[in-house]
């Protein structure tokens, strides 16, 4: 007889001890059921223009399909250098300062990779992106939170970072719009937060993946701010502007050393982002933008549309300024954020995000994205209507506040 | 008011208050400024695109390109205008090029297209000649493609 082997155990004791997304079990429940309309994607409702994909079959007619430099092609990051240089006067050399990734997802991961040593800090807001805290413990470092909330906007303060700065604390992770709220970041803000990170020394790696979905004021681009190019690794894609989660191409930009130490890393394990999603991200450069920028209208229109959805519905909910979320309060229903999901799901058939997924920041909050069509918008809306009745019966009167994003708001989301 | 013509072009069944919310104006406004752009005959109409081999009605459609000579003081307006009042004409315009007028025309036969080429349009004066092209097929008409299947495909979660 021979033994079986325990997988379990032999699994890396860091990666066991990685909880399960909380969204997987969302999906997991969702896809089990018809006729769920979902606000739960992550991603836009788009089709990539067609443009794009066309400029992409034309590639490989001509035979594009073999690798390219680790760097990524040299055109594409030209054309990278370009955007950078045009939208926020920020200039990187094409040939040491840019590297083309697998989407933000690669950058993040080699990013943290090359910086981070044992017992590392990296201070991340909170709530954020599901990958973030996973990835730096993978890279051995520690996530230490900055306890965003709707008070200030979802906006991390230099007051924050000053606070949970230790000596061992080594980087400021910033993503601004951000997932899962759609705040953005003033830069009266960014510009307090850079003299906190000059001051004590550290580093800032800015995922900017929204940067292009900004619907109110403008996006500032952090190593724009006075002495923040030296300072930061830039991390943006393709995925989200141009509706191209799918293809999986992005880059990375910063100083050439550093640039130089990510390289390494990913030309062992990654050798090059796909030919075919770097041709396809060159077109959408080059020819992207009016179409982008069609996109950024709709997804405008929804947001508005979804503001006032909610405030119809009672539910207070911030004004998202960027990407294509709304992260409105649930906790007036009695239910944590999971219940609330799971009990919209099974009833009303409305899929949404549970704020916990993001982390405990998170909890009392629901992510709603409104990448999806107006109609599934307004049929979602109409389901919800009629779960919040039969939920709150007439034991409760919901009342809803808007909360304007800003540094301070007075009129904080009443939770009763 | 451009803004609001974009929204309606896309769905003319959007009511001003709709549209109100997803440009964060004023309903009263909005349906203000829509009634004011019907008067000035903007808004010409509100229509539905249907595709009509779907409901197994026989129809034939067909382009003909028409040669003129033009009239003193009015050009091609006046023989333009003799042909676009005829009901079966569903459009009319004037083109740059090897021809004049590309006039559409919709009918239940191709026997009666015919008919109202060689009975009717041919035999207008200063019609010096026409040349008729049968629609075989639509594909994309109003912008919108008829047999389309890139339905949502993505998973019903993501981060
Ligand atoms: C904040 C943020 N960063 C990064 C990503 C991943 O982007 P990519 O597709 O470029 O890997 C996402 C996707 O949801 C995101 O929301």
């Not at chain 1, 230099?158 to 951000?178: D, F, G, I, S």
């Not at chain 1, 992510?367 to 979602?380: F, V």
Request: aromatic content about 8%; glycine content about 6%; some cysteine.
């Amino acid at each position: 007889m021979t033994a079986t082997v325990n997988w379990q155990e032999r699994i890396n004791p860091v990666v066991r001890a990685i909880p399960p997304s909380g969204i997987r079990r969302f999906f997991d429940l969702a896809t089990e059921m018809k006729g769920v309309i979902s606000l739960g994607v992550g991603e836009p409702d788009f089709v990539t223009p067609w443009h794009i994909r066309e400029a992409c079959v034309y590639s490989l007619e001509k035979g594009y399909t073999m690798y390219t430099s680790n760097n990524g092609l040299l055109e594409l990051r030209e054309e990278i250098a370009r955007d950078l240089a045009e939208t926020y006067r920020v200039f990187y050399n094409p040939k040491n300062e840019i590297l083309i990734t697998v989407g933000v997802s690669e950058g993040l991961d080699l990013a943290l990779r090359t910086l981070l040593s044992p017992g590392d800090e990296v201070l991340i807001p909170e709530p954020s992106y599901v990958s973030y805290a996973p990835c730096i413990t993978l890279a051995g470092g520690r996530p230490v939170y900055l306890k965003t909330s709707v008070d200030n906007g979802f906006q991390v303060t230099a007051e924050m970072v000053e606070k949970a700065v230790t000596p061992a604390t080594k980087v400021l992770l910033l993503c601004y719009p951000n997932n899962p709220t759609g705040a953005t970041i003033s830069r009266k803000n960014l510009m307090e937060i850079a003299e906190v990170v000059v001051a004590r020394d550290l580093l800032v790696i800015s995922d900017e993946i929204y940067e292009k979905l900004t619907y109110i004021g403008e996006h500032t681009c952090v190593p724009s701010l006075p002495g923040m190019r030296d300072r930061t690794i830039l991390l943006n894609g393709f995925s989200k502007s141009y509706a191209m989660t799918g293809w999986r191409v992005g880059y990375a930009a910063g100083n050439p050393d550093f640039i130089a130490a990510m390289r390494k890393i990913h030309q062992y394990t990654m050798l090059c982002a796909p030919i075919t999603a770097q041709m396809a991200a060159l077109e959408a450069l080059r020819n992207g933008k009016s179409q982008m920028k069609k996109m950024v209208e709709q997804y405008n229109r929804r947001r508005r549309l979804v503001l006032h959805a909610f405030q119809e519905l009672g539910l207070p909910c911030f004004e998202p300024g960027g990407a294509f979320y709304a992260f409105p309060e649930i906790r007036q229903t009695g239910l944590s954020s999971e219940e609330f999901a799971e009990q919209l799901l099974k009833e009303a058939r409305v899929a949404v995000v549970p704020g916990s997924a993001f982390g405990e920041q998170g909890e009392g909050h629901i992510r709603c994205s409104y990448a999806a069509s107006i109609d599934d918008l307004n049929e979602a809306f109409k389901r919800m209507k009629l779960f919040l009745k039969r939920r709150m019966g007439r034991r409760t009167v919901l009342k809803g506040s808007f909360v304007k994003p800003g540094p301070v708001s007075e009129g904080r989301c009443q939770s009763l | 008011m451009k803004e609001i013509l974009e929204l309606l072009q896309t769905d003319a069944r959007l009511t001003p208050g709709q549209i109100a919310v997803m440009l964060g104006r004023d309903e009263e406004e909005v349906a203000c400024k829509i009634k004011e752009m019907e008067e000035n005959k903007i808004i010409l109409g509100y229509f539905t695109l249907i595709n009509w081999d779907k409901v197994g009605e026989e129809m034939v459609s067909a382009i003909i390109e028409v040669k003129l000579s033009p009239q003193r003081e009015v050009g091609f307006d006046s023989v333009a205008e003799r042909i676009y009042r005829f009901p079966e004409v569903s459009s009319v315009r004037l083109m740059s090029g090897a021809y004049d007028l590309s006039v559409m025309i919709n009918g239940r036969t191709m026997k009666e297209v015919a008919h109202f080429v060689s009975h009717k349009l041919a035999t207008i004066e200063n019609v010096i000649s026409t040349c008729t092209h049968f629609v075989l097929k639509t594909y994309k008409y109003h912008g919108t493609i008829l047999e389309d299947n890139e339905s949502d495909r993505r998973l019903v979660v993501t981060p």
